[in-house]
């Protein structure tokens, strides 16, 4: 049975600094343009898929967390406890796909600034490259990680939220076709394409890593793991339903949106002249918030690697963020980046959760800890609907190959 310890208000910081730090990862520029392409798509039938991809997610996390948690290990690490060298070969995959991704944030975040003050968007990327390297220079450095990624995520919360009520979705019409789809069987790839953007890669190990860094490991933490878990998922899924209904409302009242930029001009046409700016702040936010989040986690892979990567972690961060921005900087679009990233994510993931299935039942990794077999139910449901998506991920690299 599992213990059931007060919560200290330093641990309360904790626990939303985890939550939000694996849910505003998995927000950012791509999670923007994603949710509201396939909206106009699909139309209410997406929150088919919303609700699906909400569920698996929920299983792969608690798996991670809570298996990460007990044995007080690293995912790296607990891999290379089941296989040897697996967790060297997923880290390695992870450093690659978040290097690669950052880029695209600091790219993101570059086009934020541009919509909001119309500044070069090299300009906007390397100021977002130095707030990020500050974060991590200075002192109590973790903890204004959390304070930022939690003042960000409720800030795009906040804005989308209201975006959303201004808009005037069909929210019955969606809650029906959250249950009953027009055509279930063409929201496969749209399921998978919201679980790999959502627990793909460095982003299903943020929220866990930070909790391990702070010692809440062991059984007796298991509860405040589970919690932050389930809190990660659902806030992630509270922001992706927002940006659905927002969407669907101005669709839904005729709005034709820009193929260049879809998630911009669901802003402009709920807010006018200004929704563009206001759009640029939630694209700021989103990749501000992943830029932070992919630096620290990819990091956290190079720890196992060498003592003086555990010694020196915040310079490896830093040197993470000041080459991700400087890449941007000097050599400008990182498309192929992102499709080599995107091809690695949807590998990493089902990998990795297998090994961690597999370490839930070792003694050696777990001690006496029973994990709970309908965990491992929805940890293999993902599992499969993640292979699928690796599967499907070759494609990018297809595309680069002949491309």
């Not at 910081?13 to 998995?26: E, P, Q």
């Not at 290097?99 to 944030?105: P, S, T």
């Not at 070069?120 to 990020?132: E, H, K, L, N, P």
């Not at 391990?212 to 992630?236: C, D, P, Q, Y």
């Amino acid at each position: 049975m599992e213990n059931k310890p007060k919560i200290t208000a330093a641990q309360r910081r904790l626990l939303f600094g985890a939550v939000f730090l694996m849910a505003t990862s998995s927000i950012g520029p791509a999670f923007l343009t994603q949710t509201t392409v396939f909206t106009q798509q699909f139309m209410a039938s997406f929150a088919f898929a919303i609700v699906a991809s909400i569920v698996i997610d929920i299983g792969a996390q608690l798996n991670i967390w809570r298996v990460l948690s007990v044995s007080g290990k690293r995912g790296q690490d607990v891999a290379n406890e089941v296989f040897p060298g697996l967790g060297s070969f997923v880290a390695v995959l992870i450093i690659i796909g978040g290097f690669a991704f950052n880029i695209g944030n600091v790219a993101g975040a570059g086009l934020g600034f541009n919509a909001i003050f119309g500044w070069d968007v090299r300009v906007g990327a390397a100021i977002t490259g130095i707030f990020a390297i500050i974060i991590f220079l200075i002192k109590n450095g973790r903890a204004v990680m959390d304070i930022v990624t939690q003042v960000l995520g409720v800030l795009m919360i906040g804005i989308v939220a209201y975006v959303m009520i201004i808009s005037e979705p069909p929210v019955a019409e969606a809650a029906k076709r959250a249950v009953l789809p027009e055509e279930p069987l063409t929201m496969l790839l749209p399921i998978i394409t919201l679980v790999g953007g959502t627990v793909g890669g460095y982003i299903t190990f943020a929220g866990a890593h930070r909790l391990i860094e702070a010692g809440m490991t062991g059984e007796k933490n298991l509860r405040f793991v589970s919690h932050a878990a389930n809190w990660g998922i659902l806030t992630t899924g509270i922001m992706r339903v927002l940006l659905f209904l927002a969407v669907l409302g101005v669709l839904s009242q005729g709005a034709v949106l820009s193929e260049e930029n879809p998630p911009a001009s669901v802003f402009e046409f709920a807010l006018g002249d200004i929704g563009m700016k206001i759009f640029g702040v939630v694209l700021l936010a989103a990749a501000l918030s992943s830029v932070i989040g992919a630096a620290y986690t990819s990091a956290s892979f190079m720890r196992s690697f060498n003592k003086v990567f555990d010694r020196y972690n915040n310079i490896v961060i830093v040197v993470f963020i000041a080459t991700s921005t400087l890449i941007f900087l000097f050599v400008g679009r990182p498309v192929t980046l992102l499709i080599l990233a995107g091809s690695f994510n949807g590998l990493i993931l089902p990998i990795t959760l297998g090994a961690i299935l597999l370490a839930s039942r070792k003694k050696s990794i777990v001690g006496n800890y029973h994990h709970p077999t309908w965990m491992i139910v929805f940890g293999i449901v993902a599992v499969i609907v993640t292979l699928i998506a690796g599967v499907l991920s070759l494609q990018g690299l297809a595309d680069l190959w002949n491309g």
